[in-house]
């Protein structure tokens, strides 16, 4: 037979069964039973929107305004989504040379996968490949017979520009 135990929201003593497992408590199960747990989590997510004050820059503003994170009473981030996307921005900006590194880290890492990836789409879609080779080469074949009229004749045809006579289509 199970022990019991007392929800710390309710007050009602129920199976450990009815506690989710918890590592970090004494007896490795939850503060609050499953059905407790069920009523916050309803709690939270019904009243998604209404006002809220950034603790960064103490402008009240809705909700939604806020990136979502489960772990917070509300569900919201404490800063507003400005607020965050400043601060990643000057991280990044501050630690470029931290981000460079660790990027060739990954491609080093990972070089050998991403070259059997690469491989098996090439096999995959080979035609698909050729098809898009022989567009761009005839999109070059354009480019290049433009570019030989502007060496015969560059003035014909920036008048034929201006006039609306000359149209590209790639």
Not at 23 to 29: M, V
Not at 61 to 66: A, G, I, L, M, Y
Not at 131 to 142: A, C, S
């Amino acid at each position: 037979m199970s022990d019991m135990k007392k929800c710390s929201k309710c007050g009602i003593e129920k199976d450990e069964s009815e506690f989710q497992k918890n590592n970090q408590t004494r007896d490795g199960f939850g503060y609050h039973c499953k059905e407790c747990r069920r009523l916050i989590s309803e709690f939270k997510h019904r009243f998604p929107y209404g006002p809220k004050t950034c603790s960064k820059c103490g402008i009240e503003k809705d909700k939604s305004e806020f990136y979502i994170n489960k772990k917070l009473n509300d569900c919201r981030n404490s800063w507003c989504k400005g607020c965050c996307r400043k601060a990643n921005r000057q991280w990044r900006e501050q630690n470029k040379v931290h981000l460079n590194k660790m990027s060739q880290e990954k491609y080093i890492k990972n070089k050998k996968l991403n070259y059997e990836i690469i491989k098996e789409y090439r096999i995959k879609n080979n035609a698909q490949i050729k098809d898009k080779r022989v567009m761009q080469n005839e999109k070059l074949k354009k480019l290049k017979e433009l570019d030989e009229i502007d060496t015969i004749d560059a003035g014909i045809k920036e008048k034929w520009a201006k006039s609306g006579k000359l149209k590209v289509v790639l």
